[in-house]
């Protein structure tokens, strides 16, 4: 028998198995997990059914195989892997929350950026976007141009509006205000 003939028969035994078993093993998640794990589990399942196909008891050449014979089996692969899942989440559980706790504590009430966030709302949404990945993500107009997709002369012209506005809306009346180190009669004679 060819390599070729060989991966056909592998194939049309495992598409057998999972016409067989696919929607029993669906069911049996769905009692012993959250909905949003079964897909992931299902299909980590089925990965391991492949990669097993030898190995499945009652799995023999015959089409399709008797479900009472093959079904047992993979409900011990679909547990084995949901065990693994579960094991992943409480790991990844685990590290949120050592993060949290070697993450330094807020700053005090003292750093109230409410007057940040009231200046950032008037400003229009793809600038919001642009001085966001600027000041935050610290991202250069040239990276910013290729995340919004607009020029990076774009990007650069609407970052210096944005924080021109932004300047006004949180310094109002700086304009008329006199600048430091400079005296407003500074330059004029005082005849």
């Known amino acids: 028998m060819t390599e070729q003939e060989t991966r056909r028969q592998r194939r049309a035994r495992f598409e057998s198995l999972a016409h067989v078993v696919a929607e029993p093993l669906h069911r049996y998640l769905l009692r012993r997990t959250a909905p949003d794990m079964v897909e992931d589990v299902l299909s980590e399942t089925m990965l391991v059914l492949w990669r097993r196909i030898d190995h499945?008891?009652?799995?023999?050449?015959?089409?399709?195989?008797?479900?009472?014979?093959?079904?047992?089996?993979?409900?011990?692969?679909?547990?084995?892997?949901?065990?693994?899942?579960?094991r992943a989440d409480?790991?990844?559980?685990?590290?949120?929350e050592r993060l949290m706790h070697t993450q330094p504590a807020p700053a005090a009430a003292d750093t109230d950026h409410s007057d940040l966030h009231v200046a950032l709302a008037a400003l229009?949404?793809?600038?919001?976007?642009?001085?966001?990945?600027?000041?935050?993500?610290?991202?250069?107009p040239r990276q910013i141009a290729e995340v919004t997709g607009l020029t990076p002369n774009a990007v650069?012209?609407?970052?210096h509006r944005a924080k021109r506005k932004l300047a006004e809306k949180l310094q109002p009346g700086r304009k008329n205000?006199?600048?430091?180190?400079?005296?407003?009669s500074e330059g004029r004679s005082s005849q």
């Open 156 to 159: 650069s012209m609407r970052l």
């Open 56 to 86: 499945v008891p009652g799995l023999g050449t015959a089409a399709p195989p008797d479900r009472d014979d093959v079904l047992p089996w993979c409900y011990g692969v679909a547990r084995g892997c949901l065990a693994n899942a579960r």
């Open 90 to 96: 409480g790991r990844r559980l685990r590290l949120v």
């Open 177 to 184: 205000a006199e600048r430091p180190g400079h005296k407003m």
């Open 124 to 140: 229009g949404e793809l600038d919001r976007e642009v001085v966001r990945l600027w000041a935050w993500e610290e991202l250069a």
